[in-house]
């Protein structure tokens, strides 16, 4: 079997460990075991961990910025931005196949430092509007802040957008506020996934688009996903790895592993790489570079699966 995640051998096994290359290795990302902290140098790509992240998770995502610059480094006065997490299951925030309420909060709590023109926070839901806001948690963690959560699903919301770069998706409806806004971040959680085998922030792209079914019966999945990132801008990733779904992703439920962890970077792809990392997956190791749209993506010029180790931080809180 070779280095990606077969999505056919994967369900062809039933969702079993098989399905992932049984691979075991401590990491695959560059300078991981090393901190950087107190370094002044602006960084691209930050891990903070340790039991103190959900205890205080505005702290834990305030500080996990501090070595990017600041979110004053991504965010201007007057900026319209889009806030991106997982929220389009209806499942409680308990099952963690969306974003955790508090990290969206902390995150919103940033950008509203910034003095933005609009805070949406949006997702394409998989599942009835109402149920998910209802359930999932993030809308009433917001409450109070100067923030509009949305789950649009109106054909009205989107509009038809070429994929000049994709080399199978070539057209797509996509929401209108992101291709409008200043600032896109996503906020994923990270998770397993039974097709993709990892749900990061450039999986999560399917979240702004009105057709996410047609990647899966359509399209050959992973290199629509590739394809798709090159049409989302986003300076900034923050990636919730609280509570990682190591298996029975993405609705869940499925076996959680408390990673304690949040990680932001100006590369979603170095994001998500570094995700991969937080937790086995299906009971196995897995190296950024066995996720085939990571893979795909970083050959499309997204992001890179590694960086070098001046430009990583791991902090612990």
């Known amino acids: 079997?070779?280095?990606?995640?077969?999505?056919?051998?994967?369900?062809?096994?039933?969702?079993?460990?098989?399905?992932?290359?049984?691979?075991?290795?401590?990491?695959?990302?560059?300078?991981d075991e090393?901190?950087?902290?107190?370094?002044?140098?602006?960084?691209?790509?930050?891990?903070?961990?340790?039991?103190?992240?959900p205890a205080d998770v505005g702290k834990a995502v305030s500080e996990a910025l501090k070595p990017l610059g600041g979110m004053k480094a991504f965010v201007k006065k007057g900026d319209k931005?889009?806030?991106?997490?997982?929220?389009?299951?209806?499942?409680?925030?308990?099952?963690?196949?969306?974003t955790s309420p508090d990290v969206v909060a902390a995150v919103a709590r940033e950008v509203l430092t910034c003095s933005p023109s609009k805070v949406l926070i949006?997702?394409?839901?998989?599942?009835?509007?109402?149920?998910?806001?209802r359930r999932n948690g993030i809308k009433a963690a917001c409450?109070?802040?100067?923030?509009?959560?949305?789950?649009?699903?109106?054909?009205?919301?989107?509009?038809?957008?070429?994929?000049?770069?994709?080399?199978?998706?070539?057209?797509?409806k996509m929401l209108r506020d992101v291709l409008e806004c200043d600032v896109h971040i996503p906020i994923p959680v990270a998770k397993s996934h039974m097709a993709a085998g990892f749900s990061g922030g450039v999986k999560?792209?399917?979240?702004?688009?009105?057709?996410?079914?047609?990647?899966?019966?359509?399209?050959?999945?992973?290199?629509?996903i590739a394809d798709l990132a090159t049409r989302?801008?986003?300076?900034?990733?923050?990636?919730?790895?609280?509570?990682?779904?190591?298996?029975?992703?993405?609705?869940?439920?499925?076996?959680?592993?408390?990673?304690?962890?949040?990680?932001?970077g100006r590369d979603v792809v170095a994001v998500d790489a570094l995700g991969v990392t937080l937790a086995p997956l299906y009971g196995r190791r897995i190296k950024p570079r066995q996720i085939r749209h990571l893979k795909k993506a970083q050959k499309h010029g997204v992001?890179?699966?590694?960086?070098?180790?001046?430009?990583?931080?791991?902090?612990?809180?």
Request: some cysteine; charged content about 25%.
């Open 232 to 264: 989302i801008k986003s300076p900034l990733s923050i990636l919730d790895g609280i509570m990682v779904m190591a298996e029975g992703g993405p609705a869940g439920p499925g076996e959680l592993v408390a990673a304690n962890a949040i990680v932001a």
């Open 303 to 317: 992001g890179q699966l590694k960086v070098s180790a001046e430009k990583y931080v791991q902090l612990s809180m």
């Open 34 to 53: 090393k901190t950087l902290a107190g370094s002044e140098e602006v960084k691209s790509l930050v891990k903070i961990q340790g039991k103190g992240v």
């Open 204 to 224: 999560g792209n399917m979240g702004v688009i009105l057709d996410r079914e047609s990647f899966h019966s359509r399209y050959e999945l992973n290199q629509a």
């Open 122 to 133: 949006l997702d394409v839901p998989m599942r009835n509007p109402e149920a998910c806001l």
């Open 81 to 98: 931005v889009v806030l991106k997490p997982n929220m389009g299951f209806a499942t409680d925030a308990s099952i963690h196949a969306t």
């Open 1 to 31: 079997m070779g280095d990606d995640f077969d999505r056919r051998e994967f369900l062809k096994r039933s969702a079993a460990a098989a399905a992932l290359v049984a691979v075991t290795s401590k990491t695959a990302f560059a300078g």
């Open 143 to 172: 409450k109070g802040l100067d923030v509009k959560v949305v789950l649009p699903t109106s054909d009205r919301f989107f509009v038809e957008v070429d994929i000049p770069k994709g080399k199978i998706l070539k057209k797509v």
